[in-house]
Structures are given as structure tokens and as C-alpha cells.
């Protein structure tokens, strides 16, 4: 069976190490907050320059001068800091920031990925995702594994704009987890009650499968 | 002191200068620190043509929207400007340019304009759209681009606290882009919650010291919030 | 909150994994600010052939002029050298390099290296001994020269107040190149005048943010003036 | 007669305009802030950090933690800003600053500055002066009008390693004010009793005197 969002969000929450400052995007990467297991703590960055997001406010709390990058309110966790724009890239671009987990229409054998723009449709802009995929240590691309029609999303070279090169190095869908090495995916698990046929079928850029491929545990 | 008494009394003399096709940058993250009363006054001038600087640029109605209501931008520069729908009627129409730049970039091309550096070099938008046409250049084993500093006519930025000087700090994430826009302007506008006296804020913790600003104003504001999210649950 | 104490107990941890041919940048402008007790440890480890970046290097038997001691230090950066016999000394026997850079150049260096910008243009220098070998390109019609960044293996800083998380504040002119030097160490080692618990600080007026922090411990500060000057008259 | 040290800085300070913002060098440089015309107030900068630079403590305030570019204990006046070295040279760099005065060993006619270095004898470095140079929107250069062996330090081009090119615009010696326009020296004004032919002889650079050079009034 195919993972829910959230169970996408649980697998994600498993790559945290205790200490991990963590860039989590829009969507099922943000939703991956609510299932960093109890024995460890990882504190988010919202790139508009809050380090140590906390939860949403309570309607008391709620203040305009207090949002995350979505341009949602929020709360700042005990030992958060507040900076500038620049401060807040600064460590983005730096490297300073371990994990960067975020959306993707594509990802490809080499590690590009697109998934700011689609010509033809309107463009509303890639926000911090290029410096985020350009500066993060680690990255993880979280999405479905083929679009609504059915196609791949996992290719052998990106069709769409890029929004950076050579920089993604892991990839956790509804169906397996996968790294980028030497122009090919690599699969590492797989979601459980999935089948290693049914992944190749869906995996349209080289995909290599190792003799033994675990079932995700949750 | 009085030659660095900077405080202004009306919204006129804030602007004074203020005309057709100039460069404006401003601070502000979506709806969040932006100089709302600044703003509704470039809209009452009617000045057009302008280029804005800006993350974003507000919402329909509000902030920066207001002032595409009478067609008085020509070209955003911004990394996200998905939240209006005139914003993208006019750039369907090709009456509005937009130069999309990462948000991560813009910042640092606004420090870099207040900053004296007029390029750095950035991995961000390397093999994208965004460094078609830039220059190239490798750095131990790997390419990137050169980006230019931004500069403005006039910066208008919104901060919480400032003394006669000058001298400002920012309230939470309504920091975001401020201090940057505040370096970058030829002539800088603030606009305040508070004016305090020289001396009340602590020398250590001012954000953006006072030789950026040329003139200050108090001002009112709504800060209508964008999305306003509750937590669900008991917290 | 487990993993973000970075809290450690002796000058041992604190600096463990420096050896010989390392580069380290250092806080502190002249004697100010300067972490006292890790640079004295630098001297007890014993330490050879390291690159030191900082402003000054100490005086004669203090600061990183303990380093020089023991010829532990091979290469220095520095916008001014001016204040050590010893340095002289080694410098005209051929046994210690410098390399003299213009002070805001340094500073920028330093951030840059933090920031992921591997090199910027600036002014400074153009046409001058510094900028020699170095690449010019014209902006506006002024000539700049493309200086690169700066990164250490370590980072020693002096901060007066840190939380336990690595949230560092600075006291005064104590300040100076210390927030950058903390975020161009792969390693950032800050000793402090006082560790307090996270959310003692207030979020918005933390000069470094604990993401570029590793290792903080608590010193003893003797606070070297270097020159005593006192008004002469009543004020 | 030539002008003592406190003339020159006295001279300097006339410069100033309400307002103000100014870096002042070591030595003579310094000695303007003690000049400034009670009508007026300016703010000065200290490159390690400080904006509002205050006089020098008494006993009780002498605080290590609060020093000047000199590396002097000093105070912070009224309104006074304190921040990091990139701060602060991002302040000079940008041109924000509107005054840098400082001291040289030669100007020339080009508007380049020599005052860092001696070939042969111990270099100590630059410190912030290149970054001043380049920076500023207004130079004064101050330095007597000739060496201690009677040499001009007014140039056709300087002979020692230079500072900055093409940055000087105003000189204030201890004969003359002269600003520097189009490859030559223009005489602006001359020290009380000081004639225009000792200027002449003593300015290796091109000199051009305007029919009517004005004294200097204190």
C-alpha cells in the first residue's frame, strides 16, 4: 500500500538526529514536525528568519509580527533566535542548517530538481527553495512517487526548470526510500506491502535494486 | 544634536523626493513589517513607473497590492508574488515585468547595494533559469554565480522602535528584509510604532544603526495578517 | 533539548580535535574580546604550523602573543600587527608569514566564508600592494578586485553571555569580528563570561544564533586593556 | 607661519556640517573632535564597531570591554550604536559614513594616498585604512606640508605603496588647504602669514593658485 502523507511526514521524522536544525517546506515536509520521535529534538528554521519554530499560537497568542515562512502565525520555542533575512540565508546558504526537506514535480539520476515552475502555468516564485536545495548539508525530497497520471517522477533527466543541481541526495515517496549515487537511484526501502516490481514499473530513470531491500518500519 | 533629529511629521515630507520611475525597496516578509502607511502614500501620490524591490509584493487591497490598483509599479523584483490576483493579471498583460530572484539572493543583494560590494557569488540558482546569462566561476570543484547588488532611490522599511537618530529595532519576524532595505536606500524612510529618545535603546541591541535612516515617521498600522492559524488543540 | 547542550566542562573538550597545520579564526580586536583561556590552552596543547586568522595577534606574553612563544603559529592574517616585539622578531627571521589584509576586507572574508559566498568584489585595495595578482572588474565604471572567502577548521570566540544552545550575546566593543568568526569555523568554540538557560535571552537580540555554535565553556577573563586612556579633565 | 597640530585639526573640524557622521584616523585626525563648533554636533565613527564615539572615560567607567579603533578605553555617547566588524565596515564601505580624515605619508595629483607602508622598514599593516579610503564619501587627508627633511608629500604621484587611487579630494596641511581636481592641486586657502610662493616651492605636484586665495580664518 501506497504511504499517506502523513506516514510520508513519519518516515521523514526518522532521518532526524538529536540536534538537528531542520528547514522543513510547505505541505507533507512541514507535516513531518509532528513525528520527531520523543528521545529526540530537533529545532525548525523558517527561513523568514525565526530558529526554533514552535507550534501554532493559541488565539491569545496570535500575533502578525510573530509568522513562518508559510506566512502562517506561529510560536518561537524556548532558545529561539530572531534575525534578518540576510542572517537567516547566511546560515542556509552556509551550510550551517542539516536538513532541508521539501516538495518536488521532479527529481532526476543526477540530483537536479524541479520544483518551482511549469511553463505554461503561472509563476509565482521559488520563495528560498534554490538557496535551501543550493546550501542544506542534507536534503530530503518528499512526494508522490508519479504524478495524478501516472507518470514517473523519478527521471532520468528533469523535463521541468530546475531549481538546483546536483544536490539531492535522498528521496522518501508514498512508495520507497531512495538515495541519488553515480546517476542512479538507489532503493533502500520500501513502504510496506509494496512490491520491488511495482517501484521499477514507477521509476522511469535508472534505478538500481540491491539483493536485499527492507520494508519501512514505523 | 539637532542635525540628527530625523523625525518627520507628515507623510509628504517622508516622501519628499518620491517620483515617476524611481527604484524603491522595501522591507517586509508577505504582510509581515511592511510600511503600511509609507505605502498607502506612494498610492495617494500617484508617482508611476516605479521599480519595487521587494519579497512580495502584499495582497489585493493591502500593502504593495495598493499600489498596482493604479498601475504605478512597472517591475517587481521578488522571489514570490503568488498571493494577487491583479499582480497576475497585470503580468499577463504584460503591463507588469517581474525578476524572479531567490529569496535568499535578494537579501544578500540588498546588503550588498548598503554594503559597497556590487556582486558576490552564490551556488544558489546555478543550472536554473535564474543564472541564465549570469557569469560562471568555480570554486573549489564547483560553479557559481555572480550576482549583482541592489540599490534604491528611496527604501521604505517598517520597524517597531526607533529613537530620533535613528536608530531602530525590529519586532520579531517583522525584522525579515528591514534592516537590509534600510542600508540600500539613498534616502531611507522609516516607519515606526514608536519614537523613543536617544539613549532609551540599549547601544548593543539596536538592529539597524541610525546612519542608514534619513528620516523617521510614526505611524498607525493594521497589521492585517495573512494566515492566521490556531493551534487545534489545547496547548 | 539533549542534543543542542553544548556545554562542555574542560578547555580539553572544548578544543578537542585542533592539531598541528590547522587554520583557526579568532575573535577580538586588539585585546578586547579576545577567548582568553582557549588561546592559553592552544599553548598548552602545543600546537604547531597553525594559520591564524584574526585582527591583531595579541600583544608580547599575552592574547595569541602566547602563541608565538613556542613558534606554534606559521601563517597569520592580519589587517595589523603592530604591537609585538616577538612577531617582529619571527617575522624578519623568516619563521612566521602574514598575510595583511584590509580590516573590513577581513571581516567580509569571515562572513563570507559563514554565509557560502566564496567570494565578493570590493574597492578596498584596488591598485594597492593588497590587490596585486588579484582579479579586477569594473562596475559603474569603478575598478573592484574579487576577494575570497575565509573558513577555518576551528573558530575561537569570546561572547560575555551564552545559553546553553549556543545563543551568544556580546558586550560592547567586545563585540567586534567575534560574530563572524563564529560562523566560518567547521568547528565553533565560544568561551563565555556566563552560560544562562535557554530563554534567558531575549530571541531578537541574540548577536549569533546557536546553529553556529559546537562548544561553549565557561573562562575566567583577565580583560588585558591594551591602552588605558583616561579623561584628563572633569567631565 | 605653518599651523601647530591643534590648527590643522581646528581647520578640519570647520569642515564638518551639522549632522554629520565621521571617522576620525589616529593623531592629528583625532584632535578635530575637540574642535567642533558648539553649533553643530557630529557623530563619530570607530571602525571596530562604534557609532558615537564619546570622550575618554574616567577612572570609574574605564570598562576593557569598551575601546576605540586606537584600541583606547572610551565611552559611548547619548544614542550611540554598537555592532560587528562587518557592521561596521559594511557602514564605511557602503558610503554611508560622511567624513573619513586621516593622516598620509604622500598624496599625488591623481588623488592617490601612500600612508601604510615604507619599503625597508617593518610593515604593521593597513588596518581599516584601505577600507576608509574606499569607502567614504569625503576624504580629508592631514599631514604637514613637507617630510622632516623638507621633501613635499604633495605629489606628481606618490613613490611608496599606496593606500587607495584616486580617492583624495581635500588636503589640510600645515600651509594650505587644496583640493585635489583634474591631475592637479588647487590652492583653496593658505595658513595665516604663509605666503603663496612657500606653498609653490614647497608642492612637487602641479599647483594651480587662483587669482585670489583666501586666508585661512579660525
Known sequence: MALTRDQIAMRVAQEFKDGDYVNLGIGIPTLAANYVPGDISVMLQSENGLLGMGRYP????????????????????????????????????????????????EVDVSGNIASWMIPGKLVKGMGGAMDLVAGAKNIIVTMTHT???????????????????????????????????????????????VSVEEIKEKTLGKLIVPDDVAEMVF | MAGFNKVVNTYEEALSGLSDSMTVIAGGFGLCGIPEGLIAHIKTMGVKDLTVVSNNCGVDGFGLGLL????????????????????EKQLLNGELEVELTPQGTLAEKMRAGGAGIPAFYTATGYG???????????????????EHAIT???????????????????RHTAQNFNPMAATAGKITVVEVEEIVEPGTLSPSEIHTPGIYVNRIIKGEFEKRIERRVVAKEDV
Chains 1, 4 share one sequence.
Not at chain 1, 163 to 187: H, K, M, P, Y
Not at chain 2, 128 to 146: H, M, Q
Request: charged residues 25%; negative net charge; hydrophobic residues 40%.
Open chain 1, 58 to 105: 493559541t488565539e491569545a497568542e496570535v500575533d502578525a509580527d510573530m509568522i513562518n515562512a508559510g506566512k502562517e502565525t506561529v510560536t518561537a520555542t524556548t532558545g529561539a533566535s530572531i534575525f534578518n533575512s540576510a542572517e537567516s540565508f547566511a546560515m542556509i546558504r552556509g551550510g550551517h542548517v542539516d536538513f532541508t526537506v521539501l516538495g518536488a514535480f
Open chain 2, 152 to 170: 534604491g532611490d528611496f527604501a521604505i522599511v517598517k520597524a517597531w522602535k526607533a529613537d530620533k537618530f535613528g536608530n531602530c529595532v525590529f
Open chain 1, 147 to 193: 504524478d495524478k497520471h501516472g507518470n514517473s517522477k523519478l527521471l532520468p533527466a528533469c523535463t521541468l526548470p530546475l531549481t538546483g543541481v546536483n544536490c539531492i541526495t535522498r528521496i522518501i515517496t508514498d512508495l520507497a526510500v531512495l538515495s541519488v549515487e553515480d546517476g542512479a537511484f538507489v532503493l533502500q526501502e520500501k513502504a510496506p506491502g
Open chain 2, 128 to 146: 536554473t533559469p535564474v543564472g541564465e546569462g549570469k557569469e560562471v566561476k568555480e570554486f573549489d570543484g564547483r560553479p557559481y554565480i555572480l
Open chain 2, 68 to 87: 498596482l490598483e493604479d498601475k504605478q509599479i512597472s517591475k517587481m523584483v521578488s522571489s514570490y508574488v503568488g498571493e494577487n490576483a491583479l499582480f
